[in-house]
C-alpha cells in the first residue's frame, strides 16, 4: 500500500507540521501519519501565537521557510505587538487567532504539496533495523517504510485527563491517547518521564455580560509575524478583561479536596508559568484577585475561552465558580477545563540534532521533548524535518547556535541540561537577546536558509535589499549634520537640551526622545529619502544606529566566545579514557555528548579545569 518515504513524521501537531513542510521544502517525499485528520495543527489550549519570547520564535520560523507565522498571520482575530514601552529586544507579536482557521489553513498548506502524503491511524512502534530507524508500524498492523522518522506525539503517549476525582484516557479532550509507543521505547533503552499540563473552561459568549467587563483592543497599527507579503484580516475583535474576586475563591476551595492537584493523583510537574487557578488561590493566598482575559475562539464562534482560569477541578465547582466572575453571572459552559498527564522523553537523548543517539535517523520533536507551547514544538519541528532530510543525503546538519537564534537556544537549553518542568521560552533565557530580536529574524536566519535550499533566491534578494536600504539610510544619517536651528524647536519641544552647534544626525538619533521622523521634519533632503523606504527598512535602521554601542558589545561577547563554540567534539570522543577529567565530568560528557567545547562548557558538573582538560587534549 505505502512507497518507502523519505521521512515519516509521526503527530499533525505544530511539530508534526513544521517537520513535515520542511523536509518537504528540502525535496524529501513525506508522510504524515497522524491520529485523527480533522486535527492537524490543533491549538489545544490557548488560541493565541506569540508573546514574549515566542513571537520572536515565530519570527524565525518565518524567516526559514516555515508556515506556523503565515497561518498565525492570516487567522489573526487581533494583533498586538507586547512590551513596545521597553526596548526592541522585548518587542513581542502576539496574536489571537480563529481556532478552526488556524487548523484548517494547515490543512491547506500541506495539501497543497506533491510530496506530501498523509495517512490517518496511529504509530504503536518504530520499526528498528541494524539500530536505524527504517519505518512504523500503526493501530492497523500495518508497516510503512521510510529512511527517517520524526516523532511529535505531543501530549498523547500515554495520556491521562483528570477533571475533579474522574480520570480517563485521553491525548486531549474528546481525542484517544496513544500507547504502546512509549513502552517500545524504553525496550529500546529510551528512559521516559511524566508531565502534566492544564487547560480553562470555554464558555457560550452570548452568556455573558461585557459591559461589566474591561475593553481590550488590538494595537491600531497591525503588525504580523511573517515577512511575506501575507494578507492578514482587515478587521480586529475586541477581548475583555475580568477579575475573580474572595467569592469565586472561596468556591473554588470548595472543591480543593477533589483536586487531582492537591490529593496527589497527579504525578507529573506542569508549567510553572502557566499556573491553575486553583494553584494560584492556593500559592498566592494574599492576593484577592487574579485577571482572567475573555477571548473569542474566532470569527464566527460564540465560544470563548477564559483564560487565567485553567482547572481540573471537579466540572461543578468550575460552573459555580465561573458564575461569581463579573460579567459572568449567566455563563453557561460549553466545556469543563482538565488537567492532562503525558510522558515525554528527557531531551538529553538527543542531539542537537534532535536525532536521538540511540537510535539513528530516529528524532523527536515538540511536548514529546519536554516541552511546553505551540511555538517551541513548531521550532523544534523545523530543525527536526530539515535534520532528517539532512541526515538521509548525507548533507551537512543543521545546528543552530545560541547568538543565531531563540531555536538555538532552546535547542541547545534542551539538549546540554534537559528539562524537568515543561520547558517555555523566555526572553530571559537568551543570553544575546539583543541581538536575537523580533526585527531581524530575517537577516540573522533567511541567507543560511537559502543556503540549505529552505527558502527561494527572490526571498533572499528581498532580504538583501532590505539591508542595503537600511544600511543606505545609516550612511546618510552618518555622513549629515543637521542644522540646529531647524532641529532645535523640536527638542525644546521634547524637553531636550537644544544645540549649541550643528550636529552628525547618527549622534542626535541616540537620544532617546528623538526618533528618526523627527530628524526627517528637520531636513528635507532625508525625508526624501525615508519616503523611498518601506516602515520596517526605517525601523531597522533606526534601531541599529540607537543601539549600536550595545550591540558592538555584544558583538565582541560573542567573538570572545567563538572559539569555544567553534571547537568541535567528535560525537563518538571517548570520555572514560580521559583520566584527568572528573567522574562527575566524564559521566555527563558522555551522556550529552556535546557537539563544541562551548556546549561542553554548559553542562551541569563540568568544570572550567574538566573544560581546560578537554581543550589541552583535543589540541
Ligand atoms: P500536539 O499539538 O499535542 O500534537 C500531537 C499530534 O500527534 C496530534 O495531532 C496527535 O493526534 C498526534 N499523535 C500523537 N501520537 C500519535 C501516534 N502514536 N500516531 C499518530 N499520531 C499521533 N501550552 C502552553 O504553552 N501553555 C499552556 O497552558 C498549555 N496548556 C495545554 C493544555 C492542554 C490540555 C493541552 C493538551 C496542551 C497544552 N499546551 C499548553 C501545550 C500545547 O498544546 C503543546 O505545547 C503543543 O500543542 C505541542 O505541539 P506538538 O506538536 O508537540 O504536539
Known amino acids: ?316 465547582v468550575q460552573y459555580k465558580a465561573l458564575r461569581k466572575i463579573p460579567g459572568f453571572e449567566n455563563a453557561r459552559m460549553f466545556r469543563p477545563g482538565y488537567a492532562i498527564e503525558y510522558d515525554f522523553f528527557p531531551p538529553m537523548q538527543l542531539d542537537a540534532t534532535l536525532e536521538t543517539f540511540l537510535i539513528k535517523n530516529l528524532f523527536f520533536a515538540g511536548q514529546i521533548n519536554g516541552t511546553t507551547g505551540y511555538e517551541e514544538a513548531a521550532s523544534q519541528g523545523m530543525i527536526a524535518g530539515i535534520n532528517a532530510h539532512q541526515r538521509i543525503n548525507d548533507q551537512h546538519e543543521l545546528i543552530l547556535k545560541r547568538s543565531e537564534a531563540y531555536i538555538g537556544v532552546l535547542i541547545d537549553d534542551l539538549v546540554t541540561k534537559g528539562t524537568e518542568e515543561p520547558y517555555r521560552m523566555f526572553t530571559s533565557r537568551a543570553e544575546h537577546r539583543l541581538l536575537l530580536r523580533q526585527d531581524n529574524a530575517d537577516e540573522r536566519l533567511t541567507p543560511l536558509a537559502h543556503k540549505l535550499g529552505l527558502v527561494s533566491q527572490d526571498r533572499l534578494d528581498k532580504v538583501n535589499e532590505k539591508v542595503e536600504n537600511a544600511n543606505t539610510i545609516i550612511n546618510y544619517l552618518r555622513k549629515t549634520s543637521i542644522d540646529k536651528d531647524l532641529i532645535n524647536p523640536i527638542l525644546v519641544e521634547n524637553n531636550n537640551s537644544p544645540l549649541t552647534q550643528n550636529k552628525k544626525m547618527v549622534d542626535l538619533l541616540t537620544r532617546p526622545q528623538l526618533n528618526i521622523y523627527d530628524l526627517a521634519n528637520s531636513n528635507a533632503e532625508f525625508k526624501v529619502l525615508l519616503n523611498k523606504f518601506d516602515e520596517e527598512t526605517i525601523e531597522q535602521a533606526e534601531i541599529k544606529v540607537k543601539y549600536e554601542s550595545y550591540f558592538q558589545k555584544e558583538f565582541e561577547l560573542i567573538n570572545k566566545m567563538k572559539k569555544m563554540e567553534d571547537q568541535m567534539i567528535n560525537p563518538d570522543f571517548e570520555y572514560s579514557k580521559l583520566n584527568s577529567l572528573s567522574k562527575e565530568a566524564r559521566e555527563k560528557l558522555n551522556k550529552v555528548k556535546p557537539r563544541t567545547i562551548g556546549q561542553a562548557s554548559r553542562i551541569s558538573g563540568v568544570t572550567p579545569s574538566d573544560i581546560s582538560v578537554l581543550v589541552v587534549h583535543l589540541s
Not at 487548523?103 to 497543497?112: F, P, V
Not at 491511524?121 to 492497523?140: M, Q, R, W, Y
Not at 496513544?178 to 518521564?193: P, R, V
Request: a neutral charge; aromatic letters at 8%; one cysteine or more.
Open 1 to 316: 500500500m505505502f512507497k518507502k518515504y523519505n521521512v515519516i513524521v509521526v503527530g499533525g501537531g505544530h511539530a508534526g507540521c513544521e517537520a513535515a513542510i520542511a523536509a518537504s521544502n528540502l525535496g524529501s517525499s513525506v508522510l504524515l501519519v497522524t491520529m485523527n485528520m480533522t486535527t492537524i495543527a490543533q491549538m489545544s489550549c490557548n488560541p493565541a501565537m506569540g508573546g514574549v519570547a515566542k513571537g520572536q520564535i515565530l519570527r524565525e520560523i518565518d524567516a526559514m521557510g516555515g508556515l506556523s507565522g503565515i497561518i498565525a498571520d492570516k487567522t489573526t482575530i487581533q494583533f498586538r505587538m507586547l512590551n513596545q514601552s521597553k526596548g526592541p529586544a522585548m518587542w513581542s507579536p502576539r496574536t489571537q487567532n480563529d481556532r478552526m482557521r488556524f487548523s484548517e489553513e494547515w490543512r491547506l498548506q500541506l495539501e497543497s504539496r506533491d510530496n506530501i502524503d498523509f495517512w490517518q491511524d496511529t504509530v504503536n512502534e518504530i520499526l528498528v533495523k541494524d539500530g536505524k530507524a527504517v519505518g512504523v508500524k500503526t493501530s492497523l498492523g500495518i508497516e510503512i517504510p521510510g529512511d527517517s522518522v520524526v516523532l511529535t506525539n505531543g501530549t498523547f503517549l500515554n495520556g491521562l485527563i483528570h477533571i475533579g476525582e474522574k480520570r480517563f484516557g485521553g491525548g486531549r479532550a474528546g481525542e484517544k491517547a496513544a500507547t504502546g509507543l512509549t513502552e517500545q521505547l524504553i525496550s529500546l533503552g529510551f528512559t521516559a518521564g511524566r508531565m502534566k499540563t492544564g487547560t480553562p473552561p470555554r464558555v457560550d459568549g452570548r452568556s455573558l455580560n461585557y459591559s461589566l467587563m474591561e475593553e481590550q483592543w488590538g494595537d491600531d497599527k497591525k503588525g504580523k509575524f511573517s515577512y511575506t507579503d501575507v494578507e492578514t484580516p482587515k478587521e480586529q475583535r475586541c477581548c475583555w478583561i475580568t477579575y475573580t474576586n474572595e467569592s469565586v475563591h472561596e468556591t473554588l476551595k470548595e472543591g480543593f479536596e477533589k483536586s487531582p492537584m492537591f490529593t496527589g493523583r497527579i504525578k507529573g510537574l506542569g508549567p510553572r508559568y502557566c499556573p491553575s487557578i486553583e494553584d494560584k488561590i492556593n500559592r498566592f493566598a494574599g492576593r484577592d484577585r487574579h485577571q482572567i482575559f475573555v477571548e473569542p475562539e474566532g470569527w464566527n464562534t460564540v465560544e470563548i475561552y477564559v483564560n487565567g482560569f485553567s482547572t481540573s477541578l471537579p466540572e461543578d
